[in-house]
Structures are given as structure tokens and as C-alpha cells.
């Protein structure tokens, strides 16, 4: 069977240095494969993981493999790959599938040999892998134990699988642990979406209108970043709770349809499909930017992005001028692709950290737990805790312990007003 396929294996060298950076700023994740190291949690086991290749996945995959497993692993995103990574990784002998820039016949192909692999435990993220195995290779099945999910669009995913009565095996939204969405979507993905933009543009941020779609996890991390560089941000919504939330905080909040014509830059992150279309690009200024941070690259209308062209240029890497019929260019930023991942390096070593302990320790949690009935479950709240602790640890963080006469007035009702 093939080993691992990769761009170029030359460009390791470089892997292995980016790779070192990253592990220097993951405390939490660089503990738990210590302990991993010790007591092989994952002795035998093959891990058959689909994720963004970066730095930050190396030193997971190193984890895991320290903890006894063998690992398979293809990208999320056909555009999200660090090469020189995919290529220290193959050194390292990890059985990786991965490059940037793949077509989607590519991206499949390398799901494909991941499950080659017979995985015994799935690390998906938006669950390309799960859904693979649950239609094109349902023989490979029988093989899994269980599996993780990594962010919200795969958890939604793997919900409805679950409701329709499909999900044949027991996964882990490990997005829905707090120390994953509250750090890793907010500001995880608030500094490296900013960070892909202004890569991409490097255009001033202070002094524009910056329209974010939706105010989820994701996109107010976006907003909150883009306020504190001086931009003037509007957001869009569609749920009442979170537009009053943005309003209170200071945002201006209006339909897409108000923002377009007053837009200077675009981002959405909302796990939602057409969040930017036809209508909304037929109003929008010459020289508007437009870009995508949420999962698939759907949020925008390439298509219709597409149909009001009359003509296509590269201008620099991760950015493509559209020229419109009126004459209007507008400007789309990886292909309307994850901007964070695509054009910058997705998010910063310290929030993967946390996200990625949680994938390592919810792995050992399925090795380990006894079988399970085909759910998505929730992190178990001890390794939420644990996770927690140990990142306020690295940080030098000590926080206060609650006295005997506390934990006792907290546990009782009698006393009220003194
Ligand atoms: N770029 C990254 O590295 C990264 C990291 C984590 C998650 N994600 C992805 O980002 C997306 C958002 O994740 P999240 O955790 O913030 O989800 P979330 O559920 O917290 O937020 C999504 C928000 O978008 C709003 N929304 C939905 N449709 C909309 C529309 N048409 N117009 C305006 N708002 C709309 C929803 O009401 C919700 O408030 C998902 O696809 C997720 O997988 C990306």
C-alpha cells in the first residue's frame, strides 16, 4: 500500500522547524503526549483523521502516534495545506494524503487512502471522512469504533445523520467542548481571519466598513478583531438573540441586502449557504473585498460571482479581481475558501492547543470506553475541565479554591437575606 503521497519531500526541512514553533506554544497538548508516551492509550489502534494539515495537526498526530497509534491522515480543505508540514509528516511516518491546491477529485482520492487504512477511530473535521464512509465505503464500517468532529458545520452535519437514523458509529463534537468554540472559534478565528485578509490584500483595516456575515462564534471573533484594528463594522443575522447581542455591543446590524452597497470588505462565517449572492454583488462598490471563514466555500455565490463577470484576473496569491458587466471589479479572496486557512496559517498554535488536547484525550476516551451506541456526544466534562486547568497552568494562572464554608453555602438553600 502507498506510504504517504505529498507535493515535494524536499520542503521537510522547513516542515520540521514549523512544526517545532507550533509545539513550543502548546503546552497543554505537549503534557498529554508525555503522559501519552508512558502508558499507550492508543497501542494498536490506526487513527484515520481528516484535517486542515498544519502545523498545529502535526504535533496532534505526533501526540497520537506517541500514544501507540498508527495515523492516516488527509486535509479538510483542498486549499488549507502547509506543504512543507504534509512533508516533514511523511518523515515522521505518518501516512499522509495531502497537498494544496487539489481539485475535488484530488480531495477525494485522498479520503480514499485514509480509509485504506481500516481506521479504528475517525478525527474528521466538517466530516467529509464520516460521510465518505457512510456512502462510497460502508465496508469499512465495521472497522470503526468511534470518532471526533472538529467544528460546527461537521457537528451539523453528524446531527442530521444522527436524526435521519444513518450515523453508524458513536463520534465526539469536540467543537462543542468550551475550551474548543469559546477560544479556537472566537479567537482563534477572529485573528487569523483578519490575519488572511490583510496577507491576501494587505490593504489598511482602520477606517473601512467591514461587514461580517452572522455573529456565531466565529464571526464575532471576526468583528471584535476588525473593531479593535479601526474598522467600522456592520453585522448581518438571522437570529433575533444574536443580532440584539451584536447591537449591545456596539455593532451596527442590518440585512445584507443595507450592507452591500456600503461595504468596503465582506466575511462570512456562518455555516449557512448563499449568505452572499447575486443580489447583494449586483449593489456592491467597486473594489469590494469579499471572503469566506466558515467551513465550505458556499457562503458566497461563486457561481453567480461568476455569471455577472465578463472577465477573471489573478492579481496576487488569493485574490481574484471579477470585472462585472457595468465595469465594477469586485474581489474575491481564496476562492471564497476558509481566508483564515487558505491565505494565512488558520489559527494561532496556543487556541489549537486546547482544541486539539481535547481531540487527542476524546480519541484515548473512545480507545478506552466500552461500546458506545451510534450518537454524537458531548465532550465528557472532566477533560473540558482538565483542558482548562492545565492551559491556566502554562499560563503561570493561579485562580482562587472555594472554602469549606463556601462549598457548604453553595450547596444549601436556607440562607437568604442577613
Ligand atoms: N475558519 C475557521 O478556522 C473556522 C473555525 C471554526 C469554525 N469554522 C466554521 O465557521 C462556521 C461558523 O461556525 P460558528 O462556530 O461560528 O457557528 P455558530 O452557529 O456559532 O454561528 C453561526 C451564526 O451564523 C448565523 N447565520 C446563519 N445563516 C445566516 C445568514 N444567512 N446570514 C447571517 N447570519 C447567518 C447563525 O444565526 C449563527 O448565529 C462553520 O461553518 C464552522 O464550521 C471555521
Redesign the pocket.
Known sequence: MEEFQVKDKALAPQGHLQIEWASAHMPVLNQVKNRFKKEKPLKGLTLGACL?VTKETAVLAETLMAGGAKVALCGSNPLSTQDDVAAALAEKGVHIFAKRGQTTEEYYWCIDKVLDYKPAITLDD?ADLVGTLHSKRTKELANVKGGTEE????VIRLRAMEKAGSLKYPIIAV?DAYTK?LF??RY??GQ??IDGVIRATNVLISGKTFVV????????GIAMRAQGMGANVIV????PL?ALEAAMNGFRVMP?SEAAPIGDIFV?????IN?IRKEHMQKMKDGAIIAN????NVEISIKDLEELSTAKRTIRPNLEEYTLKDGRKLHLLAEGR????SAAE??PSEVMDMSFANQALCAEYMAKSAKMPPKVFTVPTDIDETVAELKLKSMGIKIDELTEEQKKYLATWEMGTT
Open positions: 486542515h466538517g467544528t460546527t458545520t461537521g467543537n468554540y479556537d472559534n482563534g478565528t487569523s481571519t456575515g452572522g455573529y456565531g462564534w466565529c464571526s464575532r448581518t443575522e438571522v437570529k444574536k445584507m462570512t462565517a456562518t455555516g449557512d449568505v471563514s466558515g467551513h465550505f476558509l481566508v483564515n486557512l488558520g489559527h
